[in-house]
């Protein structure tokens, strides 16, 4: 491959992150996910769980430390869309400038 090939697939990966992480952003701002997962999940799920870690057995507590690690790994990745876009978005303006 030569420069100009390696600059455009670099412009697409780039640009494809970008995409990613703007869409995480506008599933953040809609208004069905908030309610399902701001309000319905993490006010009564997540805090109902919570409060009821106290009560659990031992394979109980188990179960739900591994679901709780699961939807934390959950809330990572989302996240880390976001700051690869973000990352993305600055790295596409020396690409371009590399292609001008």
Known sequence: MNTNEDLALAIESTQKAIDLAEAVLRLQD???FQEVFREKYVKDYALTQIQNVCVYDQVALKGFVEESMARSHFVRFIDG?????KQAVEAMHDLKSMKE
Not at 81 to 85: F, K, Q, R
């Open 81 to 85: 869309l976001v700051d690869d876009g």
């Open 30 to 32: 809609n208004k069905d």
